[in-house]
């Protein structure tokens, strides 16, 4: 009601007479989103939400518009074709590094007793952004002419296998591991486990994986069914539960577009929207049917563990990694899970 009491015509009343007055229009701003699925997808309705939100909310009306290349959507954002960007951690971490650390391998996966803690994982997540939605914290979310308005999970991203004898480090030796061009650490993590690594991106790595041409990717299952991996899956094929990292989509906006103040209404309310997105990706998990989960054995969880967190490090060294962010996340993981050996070593400690 109170967008319509706030943006509907008022009467003036004139003597006798009442004049009807329009409010004047809002502010229209332009926002590239990337959805594989284009406009039917689950990504371009959080954004058509998103846009009906920030309607009362942010005082600015949001043309949203699908890309199912994204690439060509962070590109078309870049040039000021856009003046927002929704689109994976992977791809916003070029306009804000910190907020993307969340996407880094393994940053937010807590091992317990040699098994992957699912529950405790996604609270490292919920966490992470509660935290960098806070009021005090929106200097680390504008990164020169960008900032971060809002983060939003997008599942844990396993490893799908396309043969279930690939289901061990060893047995992903030699084996060919898509992996996306934009995540270093990927690609280094696949060749310290011997496997080789396959360049993929969203646009092919549904065809990659479904058509055999690589033995294994990274996906969360929200893309299970869209992308229709259960034909990579086939009958021996298996999902390995134990995520490489809990992706992200961030968006990303020219704060000089918008209304001031609007970047924190709009982190503030994704924040406080986590649990409907965890909702969402709760029911894509049983979309893989049961006997496709495997897990890795207690000693190749831990030895999976060790690999990503040196990933981690080695590729924060070389500037791939937001070294600050990490530090956060690990604050946290150790805030869940203090036993963890990792809380007392130096490692992410810059």
């Given at each position: ?21 329009a409010a004047p ?13 284009g406009a ?6 959080a954004?058509r ?22 690439r060509v959507?962070?590109e ?7 003046d ?26 807590i ?15 919920r966490?992470?952004i509660?935290l ?5 914290a929106?200097d680390?979310?504008v ?9 939003l999970?997008?599942?844990a991203a ?8 690939f289901a ?7 084996k060919?591991?898509?992996t996306f ?18 360049s993929?991106?969203f646009?092919?790595?549904?065809a ?8 294994m990717?990274?996906l ?15 009958t ?11 992706a ?7 704060p000089?577009?918008?209304p001031?103040g609007?970047g ?13 997105y ?6 894509a998990?049983?979309?893989v049917?049961e006997?496709?989960?495997v ?22 060294e070389?500037g ?5 962010g990490?530090?956060?996340?690990k604050?946290?993981r150790c805030?869940?899970?203090p ?8 490692t992410?400690?810059?």
């Amino acid at each position: 009601m109170a967008f319509f009491k706030k943006y509907c015509a008022v009467a003036v009343l004139i003597g006798s007479s009442a004049v009807a007055v329009a409010a004047p229009p809002l502010p229209q701003v332009k926002m590239c989103v990337f959805d594989p699925q284009g406009a039917s997808g689950d990504a371009f309705r959080a954004a058509r939400d998103f846009r009906y939100e920030m309607l009362e909310e942010g005082g600015v009306d949001i043309d949203a518009k699908s890309y199912v290349d994204e690439r060509v959507a962070a590109e078309d954002f870049r040039t000021g074709q856009c003046d927002a960007l929704m689109a994976s951690g992977l791809r916003t971490k070029a306009f804000n590094a910190m907020a993307a650390s969340l996407d880094s391998v393994g940053a937010s996966t807590i091992i317990r007793n040699g098994k992957v803690d699912l529950a405790a994982s996604y609270d490292v997540v919920r966490k992470f952004i509660q935290l960098v939605s806070l009021p005090k914290a929106a200097d680390m979310m504008v990164d020169g002419a960008y900032e971060i308005a809002g983060i939003l999970p997008i599942g844990a991203a396993y490893v799908f296998v396309s043969n279930k004898e690939f289901a061990s480090i060893e047995g992903q030796t030699a084996k060919r591991f898509g992996t996306f061009d934009l995540d270093k650490a990927e690609a280094h993590m696949v060749e310290r486990i011997g496997a080789r690594p396959v360049s993929v991106d969203f646009s092919n790595v549904a065809a990659m994986f479904n058509n055999h041409n690589v033995d294994m990717v990274v996906l969360p299952t929200i893309v299970y069914m869209p992308f229709e991996l259960y034909r990579g899956l086939g009958t021996k094929g298996a999902v390995i539960r134990m995520p490489m990292t809990i992706a992200t989509y961030q968006t990303v906006i020219r704060p000089a577009k918008f209304p001031k103040g609007f970047g924190q209404k709009a982190r503030t309310y994704m924040a406080r929207n986590f649990e409907l997105y965890m909702a969402s990706l709760k029911l894509a998990d049983k979309d893989v049917p049961e006997n496709m989960w495997v897990d890795f054995s207690t000693r190749d969880t831990e030895r999976y563990a060790v690999l990503l967190r040196q990933g981690r490090v080695l590729m924060a060294e070389k500037g791939f990694y937001d070294k600050k962010g990490l530090k956060l996340i690990k604050k946290i993981r150790c805030s869940i899970n203090p036993a963890a050996s990792e809380c007392s070593e130096q490692t992410e400690e810059w």
